[in-house]
Structure formats: C-alpha cells, structure tokens
C-alpha cells in the first residue's frame, strides 16, 4: 500500500468563523455523517474542537466526487478547501454561518458501521459504552469531561507550586497493611511467597516526606482500594494528595480554602465566599443526620426526645427513654399534597436498610391533623407535637425512633431523597462547609474492638488523650472533611507526630507492640528522629470532576474505567495468567472442594 501523504491542518474544524471566508483551509478529523443530495455531497466533520460542514460540488474532478459519495460515519479524512459563507445557516453550530467548498480528500482510514452512535444522546447501554470506549470517547461531550479534568489538573499544579508545595512521587508498589480497606495484592517474582501491594494512598510515605523535611508536599496521584464499585467510587481512582509542616488545623484549611475558591472561580466562574463554614461531626448528626450533610435545603432533624418521654405511643416512649436512642423528626415544607400513604409506604421501605423498624407521620391541614399514631392522641396532643415542629398547614412531619445511628441514617436519607423528588437540590448552588471534631475511633461489633474512623495516624485532640486509655469512643479526632452539597470531596487531619502517642494510638486498635513494629515499623523508626508537627488532606479528583461538570457518575469524566464489575470491558482486564507465569509467581490456583467450578482463591507458596 503506497504511503499516504498527510495534510497539514490549519484549523481545527470548530474554530473556523466568518473571518476565515475566503481563506483556503486544511482540516483533519472523522466523518460525522454524509448526505449526497445528487450534484450536491454534504459531509459533516468533527474533531475535539467541533464540527463543520464540507461541500462537495459538481465543479470538483468526477474522481474526487466519487470518492466522497463513499464516505461514510467515522471515516478518518483529510480535506482542502475554501472557506465560504453558508446559505442556509446553522445557528445550532458554532460553524454554522460558514461551510468548506472541497477541492481535495485524503481517506487515511475507512470505518465499519459503530455499534453506537458517536453523539451524546445516543441512550447506549452503559456496558456497551465501556466495551467500545474508544467510540463513546469520541463524543463532544466526553472530550469535553476530559478537557474539563485536564484544566482542573493544571490549576491544580499552578496553586500547590505557587504556594511553595513539591510535587513528589510515592511507589505504587508498598508493603499490604491489614488496616482500612483490602489491599491489591501483586505477587514477587524475585521473593516467592511475598507480596506487595498497590497503595490506598500515599499516606506513609507523605509523613516520611515532612519527616524528611520538605514542609509542603502535593501529588495528583494513583489510588487503589479492592471494593464494591458505585456511581462515585472506582477501585482505581485519582486523588490530590496534600501535606504541611508547622501547621495547626486552620492553617490547613486556610490554604485549602484559597484553592477551592480559585478551582471554582477558574472553572465555573463561581465566586466561593471565605472563610467557609465549619460544623463540629456532632453537629451535623444533630442537624442533618449525616457527617457529610447538604446544606442547600432545610428539613432539619429535630430532637424530640425529651417531649415525648413518656408518651402513650410506646415507640415513642421506649426511644425516650433508652440510653444511645432517641426520637427525631424532620418537617417537609408543604409537602403534603406531594406525598400519599403509598409513597410514605415506600418511604418507610427504603429506610429498613439502615435497620429502622419504621416511619411515624403527621400531616398538618387546616382544621384537621392526621397521623400514623392517632389512637394515641387527641387533636390537641397532634397539635402540640406540630407546635414542636414549627409546623404550618400543609406541611408533612417524618418521625424515626430507636438508635441514634439508625435515627440519623434514616433521616438523613429522607431529607436528601425528598428534597430531590422536590427539586430542590439546584446543581447551580455550590454549598461547601468543613465537618470538624470527628470521633478518633468507632466500635466494629463484629471484630469485638475500636478502628481508626479516618486512619491511625490521625491525632486526637490534647485534652482528649487521657481518655484513650479510659473511654476511646469520646475521643474526638484533629480530623476534617470538605463536603459539597452532601458529597464529601476529601478529608484530612492533623498528624500523629510523637512516637509514644501514635504507639498508644496502635495500642488503642488492639494492636500489640509486636504487630504495630511488623506493620508499621519503618514509620515508628522514622519518629526516633525528630519529626515535625504536620498535616494535609486528600481529595477525590475524579469526584470533583464529576460534580464541576455536572454528571451523576465518575465514569463520566474517567477516560477508562472500570464498570459495576469492576471489569473493564474493553480490554477484558482482569484475565486469567497463564501457566508459566504462575509457575514463575510461585501460585497455584486451587479449585473449591465441593464444586465443579474453578475459583480464583489465588494461595501462594515457596520456592
């Protein structure tokens, strides 16, 4: 096959306007669509910048006609042109007040007929778009996700590099740490039997990095964490990984509040009002029923307990009056048209995942009360508890009882997911605040001891150290989450930096001396020699890319990710290694006793 001559492109196919009429243009890019409309060939062609129309006419060679009559959707072609004026006008494309009169073609590459059509609308299956990633990737609006992404990357290196921040890479390959999520394991070659794993973040080695003594660290890096898959979770993901030296809390926040409002402003031409508000976790569970809370709505919790102590509605009461349980409501404005007993039915459905029992209502309307509980009250007993509420007629009161835990989940759903059925959740409002003052450790019943609730390398608050050795679960944490409009955009705290405390920090998971050495020793030895007080914080980039640009998943604006499977369907990952590469791994794969179907238990041995 003789060698194709490339055309030097001049323009960008959507760049091309008025100005450029008259002007003899080269233009690469694919086939949107052809119309042959007789002496008349009308070629649509796109590129990441846009589209444009191209004419082919009778006054071209009959050869070069030909040719374009064979065109079709996703050809690869070059054309040389003039740029004229269009008679009929386009004004739904940014080109559509010009065309391009051809008087050359090159076919670099024909195309068979997609499988799915390259425009936004197309309704694809999910699952087929991943499959044929490198069409759904050529739509305007995936090039423009990527585009998006590509300009928060390059704002984000100016900011860090111009307030003194290092850019640094971390191994991927790290040693697996039982802690937090599961680890991705990947097997030595050269040390059969051993096992590195990919790191859920660079955690460690940032701290080594202040102990080292770089001051400030940042690095838009890889993630991995072997987990179910969601609409804004991938198991690999990218995040913004920060770290500071000398600093306290505010001062970190300060910074990070600096870059948010230049990220907004750069972006969305949103101007972000500083300092941002901060909410103690307490609070928030109070408040919102959830330690990443929307505050772009009301339908506040409010805590009925001590009112309803002893009422003659037995939920109520039992609540009341058990220690750790308590009775909350939330009031929907107006809502009581919007809702029957079917939908509260449904309402009352979706909340048993977080192990409510049930929902208690009240409806207001004028000169009448209704509710779930009305043998146990008269009107005047319905109307106090309204009173309670701030209730006025037509609004819908949601009563949850039982565990605080299971109060706030329940709740703190109702509020989010009604007010979406509202409309009231508007993508235009950017409602950002810090969550602060979160516990250190929570309790895992079913491992019968306290986990780190961010990581155990988070500092707890001065005045509560001697507590770690008496109540853990009050332990409040130097910790800190950003949030936007109930979405939690990272998190962060202040460090561990005394070797004796974070050894009482290990002791405090359950962990012996031994244990915390085996796991963590390469840190605690760090700490022998003078570490600096730090702190920093870790962003989801791909969630905030997905929550600029306005799409409901990170798949959205991720090049290549994986789907609900965590397969990636284009190129069939995972798959299965062969034979020589176990045998060279050291792995056997064994198959389940007791079934005919072979399971990837992957077990490792020596030599």
């Not at 971390?170 to 990919?198: C, H, M, W």
């Not at 909350?328 to 459905?349: C, L, V």
């Not at 006025?392 to 009882?401: E, H, R, T, W, Y």
């Amino acid at each position: 096959m003789a060698e194709q001559h490339i055309l030097k492109r001049t323009h960008m196919c959507g760049e091309l306007r008025q100005s450029e009429i008259g002007r003899t243009v080269s233009l690469n890019g694919w086939v949107q669509k052809q119309r042959n409309l007789g002496g008349l060939i009308f070629v649509d062609l796109r590129d990441k910048s846009g589209l444009v129309q191209i004419v082919f006419d009778e006054d071209v060679p009959e050869e070069l006609f030909q040719e374009a009559d064979h065109l079709r959707s996703e050809f690869v072609i070059g054309v040389s042109g003039v740029v004229r004026e269009r008679e009929a006008k386009n004004p739904q494309m940014a080109t559509g007040d010009i065309e391009v009169l051809a008087d050359r073609l090159v076919v670099y590459s024909a195309a068979e007929t997609p499988p799915i059509y390259i425009k936004d609308d197309d309704e694809a299956n999910e699952n087929l778009r991943l499959k044929y990633r490198f069409l759904d990737l050529r739509k305007p609006k995936m090039q423009s996700n990527l585009a998006f992404r590509h300009r928060l990357a390059q704002i984000t290196r100016a900011f860090f590099d111009q307030e003194g921040f290092i850019d640094i890479e971390t191994p991927f390959l790290i040693k697996p740490t039982p802690e937090g999520a599961r680890d991705y394991l990947v097997p030595s070659r050269v040390n059969q039997g051993r096992f590195y794993a990919l790191p859920q973040s660079p955690q460690m080695f940032k701290q080594i990095l202040m102990a080292a003594g770089f001051d400030r660290y940042y690095q838009i890096v890889k993630c991995f964490r072997d987990e179910d898959l969601r609409a804004d979770r991938q198991m690999e993901f990218t995040q913004i990984d920060i770290e500071m030296s000398f600093v306290e809390m505010d001062e970190v926040l300060e910074v990070q509040e600096r870059f948010l409002q230049k990220l907004f402003r750069e972006t969305l031409d949103v101007e972000v009002a500083l300092p941002l508000p901060r909410l103690t976790y307490d609070e928030a569970m109070a408040r919102y029923g959830s330690d990443k809370p929307d505050i772009r709505f009301g339908f506040e919790l409010v805590d009925l307990s001590e009112k309803l102590a002893g009422s003659a509605f037995p939920v109520f009461a039992d609540a009341a009056a058990t220690g750790g349980s308590s009775v909350r409501a939330i009031r929907i404005d107006g809502a009581d048209p919007s809702f029957s007993r079917k939908d509260i039915d449904k309402m009352q459905e979706a909340i048993r995942v977080f192990g409510a029992k049930g929902l208690a209502w009240l409806r207001v309307r004028e000169g009448e009360l209704t509710s779930s509980f009305n043998k146990f009250y008269d009107q005047a007993g319905l109307s106090e508890i309204a009173g309670w509420m701030d209730a006025k007629a037509g609004d819908l009161i949601l009563f949850v009882a039982g565990p605080d835990n299971i109060v706030f989940d329940s709740l703190g759903f109702l509020r989010r997911d009604l007010a979406g059925k509202l409309g009231l959740l508007d993508d235009s409002v950017y409602s950002l605040l810090w969550v602060i003052d979160f516990p250190l450790l929570e309790y895992d019943e079913e491992a019968g001891r306290y986990t780190a609730m961010h990581h155990p390398f988070t500092a707890p608050r001065a005045e509560d150290i001697p507590l770690l050795d008496t109540d853990p679960g009050k332990v409040k944490a130097k910790a800190y989450d950003i949030v936007l409009n109930g979405v939690e955009l990272g998190g962060g705290s202040i460090r561990i930096h005394d070797r004796d405390l974070q050894k009482k920090m290990f002791s405090a998971l359950g962990l012996s001396d031994e244990e915390a050495e085996n796991q963590f020793g390469f840190l605690l030895e760090a700490f022998k020699y003078g570490v600096p007080p730090h702190g920093g914080i870790a962003y989801g980039f791909d969630r905030i890319a997905m929550l600029l640009a306005h799409e409901k998943s990170i798949r959205e604006v991720i090049a290549f990710p994986k789907n609900q499977a965590a397969l990636c369907l284009m190129s069939g990952a995972p798959a299965e290694a062969t034979a020589d590469q176990l045998t060279e791994l050291g792995i056997r794969i064994e198959a389940e006793t007791g079934t005919d179907e072979v399971e990837p238990d992957v077990s490792s041995h020596e030599g």
